[in-house]
């Protein structure tokens, strides 16, 4: 929930809102892309978020929604939460990886078909991240945004390359 609680708090920076103006910023910064967001858990979030007294209700009813504004508790926590992701690198949980735990529990056949399938997935996916870039401005993102979606097209293909490597390496029989 921490990087939900930042991205949260982050765009409560700027003032008030409810939750589905909260959420559409998130979409428009293109976090599905490298943030693992689960939309529906914003409002819990921001419900919980309220009950810690690090965000207040500030209307209640507009339209039925209720509008948030962070408070000074919740400015410290983002800027905790915000250097603490800065200066700290945790690992990924990647279920690839878990995958690739167990590599040698498939037939070389079935190995190989998964691979190719992953890396035609991979491929289409830094395409898509790539198209994004440039567009999220339009629609109110800031520039540094893009440079998020570019780490992500990076990471995508770092795995694309070891995707492509591994396929070679179990057709010649160096794995598993």
């Known amino acids: 929930?921490?990087?939900?609680?930042?991205?949260?708090?982050?765009?409560?920076?700027?003032?008030?809102?409810?939750?589905?103006?909260?959420?559409?910023?998130?979409?428009?910064?293109?976090?599905?892309?490298?943030?693992?967001?689960?939309?529906?858990?914003?409002?819990?979030?921001?419900?919980?978020?309220?009950?810690?007294?690090?965000?207040?209700?500030?209307?209640?009813?507009?339209?039925?929604?209720?509008?948030?504004?962070?408070?000074?508790?919740?400015?410290?926590?983002?800027?905790?939460?915000?250097?603490?992701?800065?200066?700290?690198?945790?690992?990924?949980?990647?279920?690839?990886?878990?995958a690739l735990t167990f590599m040698d529990r498939l037939s070389p056949a079935e190995l190989t078909s998964a691979l190719e399938a992953r890396a035609a997935q991979l491929r289409f996916s830094v395409e898509m991240v790539r198209r994004a870039m440039g567009g999220k401005q339009a629609y109110g993102a800031p520039p540094h945004i893009d440079e998020c979606l570019r780490l992500n097209v990076l990471q995508l293909q770092a795995q694309l390359t070891w995707v492509e490597e591994a396929v070679e390496k179990v057709r010649n029989g160096e794995l598993p």
């Open 1 to 98: 929930m921490s990087s939900t609680r930042v991205l949260l708090l982050g765009v409560l920076l700027d003032g008030p809102l409810h939750g589905y103006e909260v959420r559409r910023r998130l979409e428009i910064m293109g976090t599905h892309h490298w943030a693992n967001v689960a939309y529906g858990s914003i409002y819990h979030g921001l419900a919980k978020m309220a009950d810690e007294g690090l965000l207040e209700r500030v209307e209640e009813g507009r339209g039925g929604k209720t509008v948030y504004a962070i408070t000074e508790d919740g400015r410290s926590e983002f800027n905790r939460l915000l250097l603490s992701n800065w200066w700290e690198i945790k690992p990924i949980v990647d279920p690839f990886q878990v």
